[in-house]
Structure formats: C-alpha cells, structure tokens
C-alpha cells in the first residue's frame, strides 16, 4: 500500500471508528467501510489495536489544529482565547457528524490506564491542560494551573453534556461558568 493510501485507511478508519466505537468495529467492518483487505491492513498494522492508534494520533492533529486555529481567528489575547475555546465547542456541537470526544470514547471502553490507547488519549488532553494552563499563565491568572484545570473540566463537561442531552446548549453554559472563573483568577469585580 503506498503511504497516501495507507493515510486514506487511517482516516476512513478514523470515520467509522468515531462514528460506530473501537470494540463494535471489527476489521470485517473496516475491511467494507474502507475497501481495503484485511491482508493489506495487517501489512502495516499488526493489530487493530495498531490502526486504532494511528487513528487517535491523526484525530489529535486534526483536532488541535482546527481548535487552537479556530480559538485564534475568534480572540487575540489569552484571556479571549480561554472564552472563545467554548464559542469553537459549540460550533463543533452543531457540525452533523459530531458523536462527542473520540478521546473520551477511547478512555471508556480502554479503561486500563496502562493500556496504549487509554495513555494516548490521556496524552491528547493532557497537551490541552497544558495549552489551556500556558493560556492563563499568559492572562496573568493568579493561579495559572488551577484555572487551566478547570477550564478543561468545563470543557470536557460540555462535551459529554452535548452528547447526553444531544445540545449545543452546554457550551453556553461553560463558557459563562468559564467567564466567571476568569474574572475571579484574574482579579476582576462582578459587575
């Protein structure tokens, strides 16, 4: 398989694992869904476990790359980009195929916290605490590291708020609760 059509399988596989889960997707499934044999799958991914994580890493990127660009097109300073962080969620909330954190899905049904795929999604927000953490250190929040947990909790929390109650409602609701502890770590009066 040439290295583009071994990327085009890692992302078809990337469709049907987000849209369908890991352990419901066998590789007869993938092997329809992607139109590529079983034999050329397993030539370069010994494992379903193997393709699965080849398929977190391009959801990571992809992700990233959409939300910390989507965060700066919509703020220009780190206090702006902690709030607009919710305003892109609720986008994400409205887009058609959205089933929620392909992230959090990987932890649920790999919950062995020694398991490869459970330490790659963990990793995945582990580099948004940190990014959200850099942004409150920058803001100028008294405690840098408390506020960016909690924004990644708000964050996580709508998350699985807009799935269970199939809403983009939840990202309102953060990002006014994310306001609120903004204004407090960063020393600001209610008004």
């Known amino acids: 398989m040439r290295p583009n059509k071994k990327d085009e399988l890692v ?12 352990h419901a997707t066998g ?3 993938l092997v329809v869904e992607t139109g590529v ?8 991914f010994r494992t379903k476990d193997d393709l699965i994580l080849a398929a977190l890493e ?8 959409w939300f910390l660009h989507r965060v700066a097109e919509m703020a220009d300073t780190p206090e702006g980009q902690l709030i607009a962080g919710f305003d892109a969620l609720a986008e994400w909330f409205e887009e058609d195929n959205y089933r929620g954190c392909m992230f959090i899905k990987a932890c649920s049904e790999f919950q062995e916290a020694d398991h490869p ?6 990793r995945h927000k582990q580099i948004l ?28 929390g709508a998350i699985v708020s807009s ?8 990202a309102r609701d953060a990002k006014a609760a994310a306001q609120v502890l903004l204004d407090q770590a960063l020393g600001h009066q209610a008004a």
């Open 58 to 65: 391009l959801r990571d990127r992809n992700f990233r790359e």
């Open 129 to 156: 605490l940190e990014h959200l953490t850099g942004l409150a250190r920058a803001a100028g929040a008294k405690d840098p590291d408390c506020l960016g947990s909690q924004m990644l909790l708000l964050k996580e």
């Open 163 to 170: 799935v269970l109650i199939n809403s983009g409602a939840p």
């Open 37 to 44: 044999s079983k034999t050329s799958m397993y030539k370069h």
């Open 117 to 122: 795929i459970h330490q790659q999604a963990a």
């Open 11 to 22: 992302s078809k596989a990337l469709e049907v694992f987000y849209r369908d889960g890991f």
């Open 27 to 29: 590789m007869d499934k």
